[in-house]
């Protein structure tokens, strides 16, 4: 469970070199330019917190079943979550490099509301639901000063515009990620995976779900999200032009 709690700080650290050259764009001053590539950013980091916390979903229980039996499992209660609290470590992300880009430090009075929120609703789940609370406390106080602030803060302080058009996407991404999900589960209920009777018939289902999950949700945004569309131009782009194609 601490590697899957984790996972939101591996993102992170894989495209942190980004801030800079978001920096670089934000002293450039074209509003349109910024918006544009903070919603390739958007798009993109939704895109893999989708894809992540779905694999994870579904293939968490199996691998832990498989490797130290079913007395470590978590109530689904508590792991769902940890995903939630995955998920919102990631697709905070983009608001997060675009605040950075933008120097824009002065709400100081947020990490410490956060924290506070965090430690008081932590001792008080912890006492009544035990590791559950204590986990409950990290989402409400994520979903309050990071979900909900941050892009607020982000679109008044930056971007100089009402962040109504930032939730009705955010909305879509979600919508389009809960189809992807019921995809997913009907392919399932097909028995279109393997049994989880050994590792390599683990490893194969991984590799179908990721590949799965990764073109149903991918497909469904393209098709939908401008800032997707975008974003996968311009990797087709790089990988062009890093080849020679």
Known sequence: ???????????????????????NLVAEGDKNIIKKV?????????LIS???????????????????GTKYLLSDVTF????????FGIIRIAVGFFLDGYVLYKDTWAPIAEASTNLVISL??????????????TTISLLIFVILWKPYFLFKEG??????????????YVVLLLITLICIYLLIYW??????????????????????????????MYAFDQGTKDISRRVVYLIKSRYGY
Do not use: H
């Open 191 to 220: 028995n279109v995976f393997l049994d989880y009777a050994n590792f390599f018939n683990f490893a194969i289902n991984g590799t179908i779900l990721l590949g799965t999950t990764s073109i149903i949700y991918w497909a469904l």
């Open 1 to 23: 469970m601490i590697i899957v709690s984790r996972v939101s700080s591996f993102v992170l650290t894989a495209f942190k070199g980004a801030v800079a050259s978001i920096g």
């Open 50 to 68: 989708g894809i992540i916390c779905i694999c994870l979903l579904f293939l968490t229980k199996p691998f832990i079943i498989l490797w130290i």
């Open 38 to 46: 903070f919603n390739e950013y958007n798009a993109l980091f939704f």
């Open 124 to 137: 008080f789940g912890g006492y009544f639901w035990g590791i559950t609370g204590v986990l409950l406390g």
């Open 159 to 172: 971007f100089s515009e009402s962040v109504k058009q930032y939730w009705m996407i955010v909305t879509k």
């Open 80 to 87: 769902l979550i940890i995903l939630i609290n995955v998920y």
